[in-house]
Nanobody, 123 residues
């Protein structure tokens, strides 16, 4: 079992930055691929980013490439999403997710979800 708890969301002006954190419990966390999804009002939850169990490979949806960076610290059981140059269209609830591998995460085959943290970007 893995439990995920997100933090770091908030209100920021366009062009600003936020760093989301996801604290995980469970001894097997380091063996999972982890990622971030987001859901805007009235829209489906979409994949944002994922990284492999080692953190060496990273994947991003096109709309956040060169602006967002995912990282993980397995010693701290924590995943991060550094978000720079934020845009109003980045607004939504951001969810941390864990899965068997990044391929499954990108296919939305998630084993564990966090409860989500709200990110609001004002124009």
């Amino acid at each position: 079992q893995v439990q995920l708890v997100e933090s770091g969301g908030g209100l920021v002006q366009a062009g600003g930055s936020l760093r989301l954190s996801c604290a995980a419990s469970g001894r097997t966390f380091s063996s999972y691929g982890v990622g971030w999804f987001r859901q805007a009002p009235g829209k489906e939850r979409e994949f944002v980013s994922a990284t492999t169990s080692s953190g060496h490979s990273r994947y991003y949806v096109d709309s956040v490439k060169d602006r967002f960076t995912i990282s993980r610290d397995n010693a701290k059981n924590t995943v991060y999403l550094q978000m720079n140059s934020l845009k109003p269209e980045d607004t939504g609830v951001y969810y941390c997710a864990a899965g068997e591998n990044t391929g499954r995460l990108r296919a939305r085959l998630v084993d564990y979800w966090g409860q989500g943290t709200q990110v609001t970007v004002s124009s």
